[in-house]
């Protein structure tokens, strides 16, 4: 599927695979742990360029329901632009962390 952020090159957004929840449970422990190792997890099982890679890691919440950039934090679905700041977030439902 394509997303797009306003904030973000490129303009026309990137085509991103279709996670699987486990995918997405551990790419996001990742991203916290490192977004280094996060952007070469994604390069070298998902087969994208560098420049993807970075962008889905950038964009990918550490919590859910909570923007990365503004902390506004009610964001109810999956891929969803912040009505606060206009920023995309992967606001991905994982069973990480515990809280409900
Ligand atoms: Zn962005
Ligand atoms: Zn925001």
Known sequence: MIVKCKNCLP????????FAIAEKSKLMALTV??????????IDNFKLSHRDAKYI????????????RCKFDHLDEEYMSCPECGA???NWKT?????I
């Open 11 to 18: 303009k026309e957004g990137i085509d991103i695979p279709d």
């Open 33 to 42: 742990q490192s977004p280094l190792h996060s952007t070469k997890y994604i």
């Open 57 to 68: 890691v950038t964009h990918i919440n550490k919590i859910y329901g909570q923007c990365n």
């Open 88 to 90: 995309l977030n992967f």
């Open 95 to 99: 069973d990480n962390g515990g809280e």
